[in-house]
């Protein structure tokens, strides 16, 4: 394979900035999908900086955070213990409340409820109703407010769904060179790698290196379906809490995910019920620091290998070793990046119970299977490893182009569908990760986030003029 350098993401850049109109940023469009965002999912991207940390009140101060907090996990405000610096004044540190409606602050009783006399900041989506606001503690002290932007937040689909079929940029795509569709693929690749880069540091920034791999981790092992909840499990539960207490991650992971529920042991084998009581026997003394949430598992349509719980599974069994895990990724990164190395790390991770059941329902599994496959494995060198490393060692960008990809992800063969159309060298163009990213980014780009099912898009005719 010819040697590419990562550097220059700069023609994908422009041309994507030429259709859309404009050259702001928008992160990665997969990270999270319901729509309309709910509270929990706003909070989520709340916390991992998605909104940014910069920000003007409605009076028109600047206010900048300087620590997010703690996510809160019983009653009272969302987020404790943050930092805001607002205009010129000094560091406050305090509670954050973030409200889908300005007025919510009053319609939930907030203001007087002594537990948030200590807010500092309150967040808000959108303000129905019109007219003038306050928000007010219970000693009348008037609490800075924040709306926040939903735009700034990468493009979310609109309800329609492109079909699988051959969009209009299918038919210039057909007629360009084979050169020409590899530099726009490698150059849509760059940049997207780089969006990804961009948003994992910009998380380890306000959480830290490992919290970062850490929430990175429970992104990808939730899959498409169940990435928020494993993001949110992650987020409210710290691994550095988790590595304090070694003993009781397992049991505070499965107890948060609303998974060791009393009718789960009511028809489970011995096996299970061992295994449950071992877990309930810590979960029970913690439950009242948490408060109850419904995380929104989904769980039709996956394979019973990708069950919730034993991604769960995985998630606790990357507790456990986190430290060897992270500590072979940022050493390969300061060296020479051994892909096959760190696939092999991940695929020891393995679990006495997990490596033999799909659930706590299941019966045993006929062999044992693995926590972390190979498709899976892929996932993460595609979206937290290689954006991580090429940065610091140029020379993997080349390791990244010859990861050979499957398409097994629906929205994966959509695009190729949608942009290749019918063209007869269509598989030459989507057999590598890095490809099927590019697509992916173009499809993110231009397909989502059009609401004309492809007939007013600009992006055919700027093709056939590029």
């Known amino acids: ?22 050259t702001r940023l928008r992160e990665e469009g997969e990270m999270f999908l319901s729509l ?48 805001v610096l607002l205009g010129n004044g000094e560091p406050v540190r305090g509670s954050i409340e973030l409200d889908t409606n300005l007025r919510d602050w009053e319609h939930h009783g907030h203001g007087e409820n002594r537990a948030y006399r200590n807010v500092v900041l309150h967040l808000f989506i959108d303000h129905h109703g019109g007219g003038q606001f306050f928000t007010r503690t219970d000693d009348h002290v008037q609490v800075p407010q924040v709306q926040l932007d939903l735009s700034t937040l990468s493009a979310r689909p609109t309800g329609i769904v492109p079909e699988a079929r051959s969009g209009r940029c299918s038919a210039p795509l057909q007629e360009m060179a084979a050169s020409k569709i590899n530099e726009l693929l490698t150059s849509a690749a760059r940049f997207r790698l780089k969006t990804k880069g961009r948003r994992l540091r910009r998380i380890a920034e306000i959480h830290g290196e490992s919290e970062m791999l850490y929430q990175a981790f429970a992104e990808a092992f939730g899959y498409r379906r169940n990435r928020l909840p494993m993001t949110v499990l992650a987020q409210r539960l710290p691994l550095s809490g988790l590595r304090a207490h070694p003993d009781t991650g397992e049991a505070l992971l499965f107890g948060l995910a609303g998974f060791l529920e009393t009718r789960v042991f009511e028809d489970a084998s011995d096996e299970t019920r061992s295994y449950l009581r071992g877990l309930w026997e810590t979960w029970w003394k913690h439950r009242a620091e948490f408060q109850g949430i419904d995380l929104g598992w989904r769980f039709s349509g996956s394979r019973p290998v990708n069950h919730p719980q034993r991604r769960v599974a995985a998630l606790a069994c990357l507790v456990r070793e986190s430290q060897r895990v992270f500590r072979h990724l940022w050493e390969s990164a300061a060296a020479s990046f051994d892909r096959k190395a760190f696939v092999k790390v991940l695929g020891s991770l393995g679990h006495t119970y997990w490596d033999n059941h799909y659930t706590l329902t299941s019966k045993q599994a006929a062999r044992p299977m693995a926590l972390v496959g190979g498709t899976r494995s892929k996932e993460i060198l595609a979206n937290i490893a290689y954006p991580l490393v090429v940065p610091h060692n140029e020379a993997a960008w080349d390791g990244y182009c010859a990861l050979r990809g499957t398409l097994e992800n629906e929205k994966s063969r959509r695009a190729v569908i949608r942009l290749m159309g019918r063209r007869p060298d269509a598989a030459e163009f989507t057999g590598f990760v890095y490809q099927q990213q590019a697509l992916l980014q173009v499809y993110d780009d231009f397909c989502m986030d059009d609401e004309s099912d492809c ?12």
């Open 455 to 466: 007939d007013d898009c600009l992006f055919p005719e700027q093709l056939r003029t590029w």
């Open 1 to 22: 394979m010819k040697s590419v350098t990562y550097n220059d993401a700069e023609l994908y850049r422009r041309l994507r900035a030429e259709v859309l109109g404009d």
């Open 36 to 83: 309309p965002p709910s509270e929990l999912e706003l909070q989520s991207r709340w916390f991992a900086g998605d909104f940014g940390r910069d920000f003007v009140t409605t009076c028109g101060q600047p206010v900048r955070i300087v620590q997010f907090g703690h996510w809160n996990h019983s009653a009272g405000p969302d987020f404790t213990d943050a930092v």
